[in-house]
């Protein structure tokens, strides 16, 4: 391995040991080492791309325009073509190019991982305007979530893979005693890949979990077949080609990672994880497809990740403005199109306790929504944090919800600075105490204000349904100790990654790399958590030969 | 944890990293502790058990006699009534028992698991008995193979368990900018148990695989019902006993660990299994069942042991006769009651070609018929290897078989020298090239001497029928290396243990804890591997909690 790549793994490694903050690539767009030309040569390239014919050398299959490709921020469609092929046809390209690369060594497979992530770390400013057109995110969110941010995440990947597949002794002379005889046995314990891994991504932030599936299948030796959201396809044919580039390079066959684009009348997600051929399924996606997927992908085994019921406990602070705009922040960021939004904000309907006296559920609804207004209606700021809105069925299901409890603020579409015909929307804030309304997942910028008993109704209510209907992260508000060691222990049970009393620049819901656990497998929002060790042990077996170490030693 | 007990953790830990030879207990009855009064007090123990009531303390339920369990060495009902509960009862009382254990340190609990081990190893000679009267196993395969070394597989599973658990960093401070502020996070990660575990055990070796599940689930904080196959209670229940001694015995409640009891006619797997409590299904027993588990045990994760086609690739060899006589040895070995036991043994067609002129196909099966005749009709010899078949079933499968191929030696009773009323089998011996007799797995003392075209065609077919149909082992004797190599390949990519060139006092299908992977998880013999990290990694899960560090450093 080069020595920058092999520094990089052991910094990696230690990283997700002592998960302490690091990244692989800066975070800045400033500091990208192409500079002000990449970003416009990234444009030029994407600008190249729209209406034309994507470019993947040696895929298989015949050109067809993904037409469920329409930019958040134009309206216009992408009309890329890119290459479709049956199922089969794309098992077999998978299959053909598996033996080279499931003997290839560890070290071999995980510096070329390394290398496929510094491509599309070079690429940046190309997968900047193709996440925003897409997606809906914003340049920023472009540029980091799904871009450093995503890498780090595939890059915890590969090194939890590295590590497992490091423990696994490669060689053992054993020898004991049989009654009076003495017995010497050579072992050798070989890393064996499961097969084929199907990795299906989603609509408003595919990178994210993309990588760390991508990559902890192919550090352990198994070949991928990408299928993306159809709304959503071309950063995912750049992360494709990306590694079908470095695989190519390296001599391997680029049919390890291979593109399976469907549309949304013909999906091909069921029948790409029915094949017999598939051994692993990684998700992201809706809680009911991923139900389906965990249920139904034996013989292969499944990650998922689909979504929840994410909530706030507010009980007490010092100060509850701080607390107010970091709340309204994580409502607003990327209009709450993120699987570790919040949803539900519990308050008490005594009101809350602040240093300056108790704050009515009233006042804390109004003090929300202003604090949700000062993003979302100052257009540069909305723009910058709110972004697009990816689909239009997120706009019916905002607007749907309008006349289900009391509004403290509307949703309102902001005027893009940049792009006049961005699909564009505020959050709706609703109070409401009908569980039926806030009992269930609802995807976008929509919250509730939920009145609770008390506090530990609310810390009771919002940790049952984490459980039941799933969650990944949960907040918490109060100055009480005691109060905060319960809802640490409430969330734990109930499998969502608990932040407490966190105000300013950091938004709530960020979630880092070799530090956060993303998801825990413990309710129903995933069964794999990003990334512990069964994320990674299960896509390798061990097998092992042995044989009397005297005569026959080699 | 004491230092006895910290001492052995450390050791497994890197016995199971080395993978070389190590046991926590001496292997020879005569190294007991408890020296012959021990064996006498458990011999006394266990007839004082027959017939009554067997003790469990506090465990839920009325007792009811087990009537499956009937002595293959005398034929007698052993008449013991174990306490039956309903599924939801003894459900209740194992979640009833796991807040306290689930909040155990991994310290505490690994600790526990190991001082059950060792009361099960005090009482040795009350499961030796115990194992004869159920499983049909010798004496001495029951102190060691159910004793010792099953023992050795659970520490195994407990040390994996605690690298595991290890491995999770429980805290970090996490600090790092965000524009002009830097913000540091105290981070607080915590394991949680899955909950509650199935584990259903087999009849003819159930120690072997129950001790690895049992406490693999137990160290990792998760309670363990034991389904027992309703032949072989006794020897569950003894275990059971243990474990619930000295959990309550730390003050934890002894319901963490229960037995449900079924009956051939009533059985209960499947409601255990789909009980909506039920995390986790350890299964070990027939691939039918198997399959139904892995496919039904969703949303409980499985882990699954459960049989096939083992095969033995005869090329060539300086000397066949040491050859024959370990290969014969492995088909008496229990009377080939073993999961690891070989059926199939693929000959060319023109012979083996040994140092002294090539062997024919017809002679290879008179000599390795001679070669079972002369442990299979001696009796003392019989005795110790052979032992008992556990299922009249098994007999009359050996007896169907008779007419599917040339006999080369009959299956013949011998005369027990110490229990007259013994069922006993040697070995039927067929010639056949028919894949519809020798395709599928006949569980007993059965072995098929199959012609093939050559030896590559051998290789072919018998790794072909490991990946499709499931092995758990292989073997191959060549005196050439390429054919070896070759071998170790194409066993490695079904999934098959392969041991090649291997005679002496070794049984060929001895498979060591810490050193040998048991089943690869790449093929229909089993999902799961004893022990590999993916064994242990499901079984828990990790949350996280976050705050800012400074403020609320506790």
Not at 244 to 253: P, Q, T, W
Not at 340 to 350: E, H, K, L
Not at 412 to 428: K, V
Not at 476 to 486: A, N, P, T
Request: proline share 7%; hydrophobic share 45%.
């Amino acid at each position: 391995m080069s020595t920058d790549r092999s520094a990089r793994l052991v910094r990696a490694v230690e990283a997700r040991r002592t998960r302490e903050s690091w990244s692989a690539y800066p975070e800045a767009p400033s500091r990208h080492p192409g500079g002000e030309a990449a970003r416009e040569a990234g444009l030029k390239a994407h600008e190249s791309r729209l209406g034309g014919r994507f470019d993947l050398p040696e895929h298989p299959g015949s050109p067809a325009v993904a037409r469920g490709e329409v930019s958040p921020y134009t309206g216009e469609p992408l009309g890329v073509a890119y290459p479709v092929a049956s199922a089969d046809e794309v098992y077999r390209t998978a299959l053909a190019a598996w033996p080279a690369w499931r003997d290839a060594t560890p070290e071999t497979r995980t510096e070329l991982c390394l290398a496929a992530c510094d491509r599309i770390y070079e690429r940046s400013f190309e997968f900047v305007p193709a996440t925003m057109h897409t997606a809906g995110q914003s340049a920023a969110m472009s540029f980091t979530g799904s871009g450093t941010n995503a890498l780090d995440r595939g890059i915890e990947a590969i090194a939890a893979a590295w590590s497992a597949m490091e423990r696994v002794t490669p060689h053992a002379t054993w020898t004991r005693g049989f009654g009076t005889a003495e017995l010497s046995l050579d072992k050798r314990y070989r890393i064996v890949p499961r097969g084929v891994a199907v990795v299906v991504t989603c609509a408003s932030f595919p990178a994210w979990n993309a990588y760390p599936a991508i990559f902890a299948n192919l550090a352990t030796g198994n070949p991928v077949i990408v299928k993306p959201h159809p709304t959503a396809v071309l950063p995912m044919a750049l992360a494709v080609a990306a590694c079908r580039e470095v695989l190519a390079g390296a001599g391997f066959d680029p049919g390890l990672v291979t593109l399976a684009v469907d549309t949304a009348e013909a999906p091909v997600a069921k029948e790409l994880i029915g094949h017999p051929a598939c051994r692993i399924v990684d998700f992201t996606g809706s809680a009911a497809f991923g139900a389906w997927v965990e249920a139904n992908a034996f013989p292969a085994i499944s990650y998922t990740e689909t979504s929840g019921l994410n909530a706030v406990v507010l009980d007490s602070a010092d100060d509850l403005a701080p607390v107010l705009r970091a709340v309204a922040g994580s409502l607003c960021l990327f209009s709450a199109q993120m699987c570790t939004s919040p949803q539900n904000i519990f308050v008490p309907r005594a009101g809350v306790r602040t240093s300056s006296g108790t704050v009515s559920f009233e006042e804390v609804g109004e003090a929300l929504a202003e604090a949700v207004r000062q993003i979302s209606t100052v257009p540069r700021r909305a723009a910058s944090v709110l972004a697009a809105i990816q689909s239009p069925a997120t706009l019916a299901l905002v607007d749907g919800l309008r006349d289900r409890g009391t509004v403290l603020l509307d949703a309102a579409p902001y005027e893009h600075p940049e792009f006049p015909a961005a699909r564009t929307s505020g959050p709706l804030l609703l109070a409401t105490e009908d569980p039926a309304v806030y009992g269930e997942e609802r995807f976008g910028p929509v919250a509730f204000l939920v009145p609770a008993e008390d506090r530990e109704a609310a810390l009771r209510t919002a940790s049952a349904d984490a459980r039941d209907k799933g969650a990944i992260t949960a907040f918490c508000y109060s100055v009480d100790e005691d109060f905060v060691g319960r809802a640490e222990d409430a969330f734990a049970l109930a499998g969502a990654a608990l932040t407490s009393n966190l105000t300013g620049p950091m938004p709530l819901n960020f979630s880092a790399a070799y530090s956060d656990y993303h998801v825990s497998g413990l309710n129903p929002a995933g069964n794999a958590s990003l990334t512990d060790d069964a994320f990674v042990s299960g896509r390798f077996r061990v097998t092992q030969s042995r044989r009397p170490a005297v005569s026959h030693r080699r």
